[in-house]
């Protein structure tokens, strides 16, 4: 069965259980096919903060994105949300992301985050730069809030630039797949990261010039 396939299964099942409008509407909105071309599709470029780096446990502290249409970043559509954590101390966050206890505390409930990413991704791909992180977090919450996982087609830049490298085994490439230095191997300019929405632009540009570097056109297939 093929990845579009296995997850339009996932998703009509999780449809059948869930009695949540918000998240049925999610699983109505059909994305867009494997074949569909780069270009053609969109594509919602999401960044969040944490207290922490396992998913399992951590709080969302904010969370960002902007849309990739007609291949290019439509920065009209940049969002980004203060979140105010439900169990988590903030520990060194605030040290690592400038979110102070009583910046946070001002910030919208996780439900109402996630209400909205929900609205925002409906018939549309999620990328993200680490699925390992923000994909699990976003699982996580979905399955407290509405019963099961995020059922979305997922682009992830460092699972995609690790297979890049894996094809060429047979070149000496040690070099780090962190978003900063990744965005510098394709020759992108630097930005100040542990920023929500900054890493959500970083991320879609980069994800635009992996794109840019193939030989041949690329669908969506090519990148889950």
Known sequence: MT???WLALKR???GRRSGNERYKALLDGSPP???TDFDDAELVCLDIETTGL???TVDMLSIG???IRNGKVDLSTAESHVVKPGREELGDSPAIHGLTDSVVEQGTS???AMQRVLEVLTGRVLVVHHAGLDKKLLDRLC???FGDRLHVPVIDTLALENRRKS???HLEDTRSLRLPDLRNHYNLPWYRGHDCLGDAISTAELLIAMVASRDSATTLSDLY
């Open 3 to 5: 990845t579009g396939r």
């Open 12 to 14: 009509w099942k999780a």
């Open 33 to 35: 096919s494997p074949s």
């Open 54 to 56: 396992d998913p399992a």
């Open 65 to 67: 994105w902007v849309l």
């Open 110 to 112: 996780p439900e109402a």
């Open 143 to 145: 399955r407290e809030q």
């Open 167 to 169: 094809r060429h085994h």
